[in-house]
Protein backbone atom coordinates (compact mmCIF):
# COMPACT_ATOMS: atom_id res chain seq x y z
CA UNK A 1 0.00 0.00 0.00
CA UNK A 2 2.92 2.57 -0.29
CA UNK A 3 3.55 5.13 -2.36
CA UNK A 4 1.11 7.52 -2.05
CA UNK A 5 0.56 9.18 1.39
CA UNK A 6 -1.84 11.28 2.81
CA UNK A 7 -2.08 13.75 5.28
CA UNK A 8 -3.66 13.97 8.65
CA UNK A 9 -5.81 10.78 8.32
CA UNK A 10 -8.44 12.84 10.27
CA UNK A 11 -9.52 16.57 10.09
CA UNK A 12 -11.84 19.00 12.13
CA UNK A 13 -12.05 22.46 11.17
CA UNK A 14 -14.18 25.35 12.38
CA UNK A 15 -16.58 27.22 10.16
CA UNK A 16 -15.02 29.88 8.13
CA UNK A 17 -11.29 28.41 7.90
CA UNK A 18 -9.11 27.14 5.23
CA UNK A 19 -8.32 23.84 5.74
CA UNK A 20 -4.84 22.08 3.13
CA UNK A 21 -4.61 18.46 3.26
CA UNK A 22 -1.52 17.10 2.09
CA UNK A 23 -0.80 14.41 -0.71
CA UNK A 24 2.89 13.35 -1.65
CA UNK A 25 3.77 10.64 -4.02
CA UNK A 26 6.71 8.56 -4.50
CA UNK A 27 6.31 6.59 -7.72
CA UNK A 28 7.39 9.52 -9.92
CA UNK A 29 4.34 9.78 -11.37
CA UNK A 30 2.99 12.64 -14.04
CA UNK A 31 -0.36 12.39 -12.99
CA UNK A 32 -1.93 13.67 -9.71
CA UNK A 33 -5.63 13.79 -8.70
CA UNK A 34 -8.12 14.72 -5.90
CA UNK A 35 -11.30 13.15 -5.45
CA UNK A 36 -14.57 13.63 -2.58
CA UNK A 37 -16.63 10.85 -1.69
CA UNK A 38 -19.49 11.09 0.06
CA UNK A 39 -21.56 8.21 1.54
CA UNK A 40 -23.92 6.12 -1.34
CA UNK A 41 -22.14 8.46 -3.86
CA UNK A 42 -19.22 7.35 -6.05
CA UNK A 43 -16.06 9.46 -6.42
CA UNK A 44 -16.31 13.15 -7.83
CA UNK A 45 -13.57 14.86 -9.17
CA UNK A 46 -12.46 18.20 -8.02
CA UNK A 47 -8.37 18.75 -9.83
CA UNK A 48 -6.65 17.07 -11.91
CA UNK A 49 -2.90 17.91 -13.02
CA UNK A 50 -1.40 15.93 -15.73
CA UNK A 51 2.46 17.86 -15.24
CA UNK A 52 4.04 20.23 -12.84
CA UNK A 53 2.97 23.49 -13.04
CA UNK A 54 -0.20 22.87 -14.59
CA UNK A 55 -3.91 21.48 -13.36
CA UNK A 56 -7.66 21.41 -14.42
CA UNK A 57 -10.54 21.84 -12.73
CA UNK A 58 -13.24 18.49 -12.55
CA UNK A 59 -16.86 18.37 -12.06
CA UNK A 60 -16.62 20.34 -8.32
CA UNK A 61 -13.51 22.32 -8.31
CA UNK A 62 -15.62 25.36 -6.23
CA UNK A 63 -14.89 26.16 -2.96
CA UNK A 64 -11.44 23.94 -3.75
CA UNK A 65 -7.80 25.00 -4.91
CA UNK A 66 -4.70 23.27 -5.09
CA UNK A 67 -0.99 24.14 -6.82
CA UNK A 68 1.60 21.63 -8.44
CA UNK A 69 5.12 23.29 -7.47
CA UNK A 70 6.81 19.65 -7.48
CA UNK A 71 6.35 16.52 -9.16
CA UNK A 72 5.92 14.43 -5.92
CA UNK A 73 3.20 16.85 -4.51
CA UNK A 74 0.17 18.37 -5.13
CA UNK A 75 -1.68 19.86 -1.98
CA UNK A 76 -5.82 20.31 -1.55
CA UNK A 77 -6.78 23.22 0.19
CA UNK A 78 -10.71 23.29 1.00
CA UNK A 79 -11.53 27.32 1.78
CA UNK A 80 -14.42 28.60 3.41
CA UNK A 81 -15.94 29.01 0.13
CA UNK A 82 -16.82 25.37 -0.20
CA UNK A 83 -20.30 25.27 1.46
CA UNK A 84 -20.45 21.48 2.52
CA UNK A 85 -17.00 20.71 3.23
CA UNK A 86 -17.22 17.15 5.50
CA UNK A 87 -16.31 14.38 3.19
CA UNK A 88 -13.46 11.69 2.79
CA UNK A 89 -10.96 13.24 0.42
CA UNK A 90 -8.47 11.06 -2.14
CA UNK A 91 -5.42 12.15 -3.93
CA UNK A 92 -4.42 9.25 -6.45
CA UNK A 93 -1.83 9.68 -8.87
CA UNK A 94 -0.92 7.72 -12.40
CA UNK A 95 1.96 7.36 -15.12
CA UNK A 96 0.07 9.66 -16.89
CA UNK A 97 -0.25 8.14 -20.23
CA UNK A 98 -1.09 10.24 -22.94
CA UNK A 99 -4.81 9.57 -22.88
CA UNK A 100 -5.08 9.50 -19.77
CA UNK A 101 -6.08 5.18 -19.70
CA UNK A 102 -3.87 4.31 -17.13
CA UNK A 103 -4.37 2.99 -13.64
CA UNK A 104 -4.75 5.32 -10.94
CA UNK A 105 -3.16 4.41 -7.44
CA UNK A 106 -5.01 6.04 -4.34
CA UNK A 107 -4.09 7.33 -1.36
CA UNK A 108 -5.49 6.51 2.45
CA UNK A 109 -7.98 9.39 1.93
CA UNK A 110 -8.13 12.17 4.38
CA UNK A 111 -11.93 12.36 6.35
CA UNK A 112 -12.60 16.33 6.91
CA UNK A 113 -15.81 17.30 9.62
CA UNK A 114 -16.45 21.01 9.64
CA UNK A 115 -17.83 21.32 13.10
CA UNK B 1 -20.02 15.79 -19.24
CA UNK B 2 -19.83 12.34 -19.21
CA UNK B 3 -22.71 10.71 -17.25
CA UNK B 4 -22.12 7.15 -15.87
CA UNK B 5 -25.08 4.59 -14.65
CA UNK B 6 -24.30 2.07 -12.10
CA UNK B 7 -26.68 -0.87 -11.52
CA UNK B 8 -27.51 -2.49 -9.03
CA UNK B 9 -26.69 -0.38 -5.73
CA UNK B 10 -26.99 -3.78 -3.60
CA UNK B 11 -26.22 -7.12 -4.30
CA UNK B 12 -26.44 -10.23 -2.33
CA UNK B 13 -25.19 -13.59 -3.50
CA UNK B 14 -24.79 -17.11 -1.98
CA UNK B 15 -21.08 -18.02 -1.64
CA UNK B 16 -19.73 -19.82 -5.13
CA UNK B 17 -22.36 -18.11 -7.49
CA UNK B 18 -21.63 -15.34 -10.03
CA UNK B 19 -21.97 -11.64 -9.08
CA UNK B 20 -22.97 -9.13 -12.18
CA UNK B 21 -22.66 -5.48 -12.17
CA UNK B 22 -23.72 -3.11 -14.92
CA UNK B 23 -22.40 0.35 -15.90
CA UNK B 24 -23.45 2.89 -18.70
CA UNK B 25 -22.25 6.30 -20.01
CA UNK B 26 -23.18 8.87 -22.23
CA UNK B 27 -19.77 10.17 -23.43
CA UNK B 28 -18.78 8.44 -26.88
CA UNK B 29 -15.16 9.93 -26.31
CA UNK B 30 -14.50 7.89 -23.12
CA UNK B 31 -11.74 5.31 -23.77
CA UNK B 32 -10.74 3.70 -20.62
CA UNK B 33 -13.24 1.94 -18.07
CA UNK B 34 -11.63 0.90 -14.95
CA UNK B 35 -13.29 -1.27 -12.35
CA UNK B 36 -12.68 -0.40 -8.55
CA UNK B 37 -13.16 -2.50 -5.60
CA UNK B 38 -13.12 -0.58 -2.01
CA UNK B 39 -13.85 -2.13 1.65
CA UNK B 40 -15.25 0.04 4.20
CA UNK B 41 -12.59 2.79 5.20
CA UNK B 42 -9.94 1.80 2.92
CA UNK B 43 -9.11 3.53 0.09
CA UNK B 44 -10.12 2.08 -3.74
CA UNK B 45 -8.24 -0.18 -5.46
CA UNK B 46 -8.34 -1.79 -8.99
CA UNK B 47 -9.70 -4.96 -10.19
CA UNK B 48 -9.64 -4.59 -13.66
CA UNK B 49 -9.99 -2.72 -16.41
CA UNK B 50 -10.45 -2.20 -20.17
CA UNK B 51 -9.62 -0.01 -22.85
CA UNK B 52 -11.65 0.87 -25.73
CA UNK B 53 -10.22 -1.03 -28.40
CA UNK B 54 -11.02 -4.49 -26.75
CA UNK B 55 -14.31 -6.23 -26.37
CA UNK B 56 -13.57 -8.16 -23.17
CA UNK B 57 -10.53 -9.26 -20.69
CA UNK B 58 -10.50 -11.58 -18.18
CA UNK B 59 -8.05 -11.96 -14.90
CA UNK B 60 -8.71 -15.36 -13.11
CA UNK B 61 -12.42 -14.97 -11.37
CA UNK B 62 -12.89 -11.61 -12.66
CA UNK B 63 -14.04 -10.09 -16.12
CA UNK B 64 -14.96 -7.24 -18.15
CA UNK B 65 -16.55 -6.50 -21.18
CA UNK B 66 -17.38 -3.32 -23.18
CA UNK B 67 -20.07 -2.96 -25.65
CA UNK B 68 -19.12 1.03 -27.26
CA UNK B 69 -21.96 0.63 -29.40
CA UNK B 70 -24.67 0.93 -26.74
CA UNK B 71 -21.76 2.42 -24.27
CA UNK B 72 -22.23 -0.32 -21.61
CA UNK B 73 -19.63 -2.37 -19.59
CA UNK B 74 -20.24 -5.00 -16.72
CA UNK B 75 -18.39 -6.66 -14.07
CA UNK B 76 -18.59 -10.71 -14.11
CA UNK B 77 -17.41 -12.17 -10.51
CA UNK B 78 -17.25 -15.81 -10.69
CA UNK B 79 -17.26 -18.82 -7.43
CA UNK B 80 -17.28 -15.54 -5.18
CA UNK B 81 -16.01 -15.54 -2.00
CA UNK B 82 -16.77 -14.06 1.63
CA UNK B 83 -13.93 -12.08 0.67
CA UNK B 84 -15.54 -10.52 -2.41
CA UNK B 85 -17.46 -8.65 -0.23
CA UNK B 86 -17.52 -5.15 -0.93
CA UNK B 87 -18.11 -1.79 -2.60
CA UNK B 88 -17.99 -1.75 -6.13
CA UNK B 89 -17.19 1.23 -8.53
CA UNK B 90 -16.85 1.22 -11.98
CA UNK B 91 -15.76 4.58 -14.23
CA UNK B 92 -15.31 5.74 -17.48
CA UNK B 93 -13.35 8.42 -19.28
CA UNK B 94 -9.56 9.16 -19.59
CA UNK B 95 -8.12 11.85 -17.46
CA UNK B 96 -11.34 12.67 -16.27
CA UNK B 97 -13.10 9.80 -15.14
CA UNK B 98 -16.26 9.94 -13.99
CA UNK B 99 -17.40 6.92 -11.27
CA UNK B 100 -20.80 5.50 -11.03
CA UNK B 101 -22.31 5.63 -7.58
CA UNK B 102 -21.19 1.88 -6.50
CA UNK B 103 -22.47 -1.65 -6.08
CA UNK B 104 -22.80 -2.97 -2.48
CA UNK B 105 -21.89 -6.60 -3.02
CA UNK B 106 -22.54 -8.92 0.20
CA UNK B 107 -20.96 -12.77 -0.56
CA UNK B 108 -23.34 -15.34 2.67
CA UNK B 109 -21.36 -17.99 3.30
Known amino acids: DGGITQSPKYLFRKEGQNVTLSCEQNLNHDAMYWYRQDPGQGLRLIYY???????QKGDIAEGYSVSREKKESFPLTVTSAQKNPTAFYLC??????????????FGPGTRLTVL | GENVEQHPSTLSVQEGDSAVIKCTYSDSASNYFPWYKQELGKRPQLIID?????GEKKDQRIAVTLNKTAKHFSLHITETQPEDSAVYFC????????FGKGTKLSVIP
Open chain 2, 50 to 54: IRSNV
Open chain 1, 49 to 55: SQIVNDF
Open chain 2, 91 to 98: ASGGYQLT
Open chain 1, 92 to 105: ASSIGARFGDDEQF
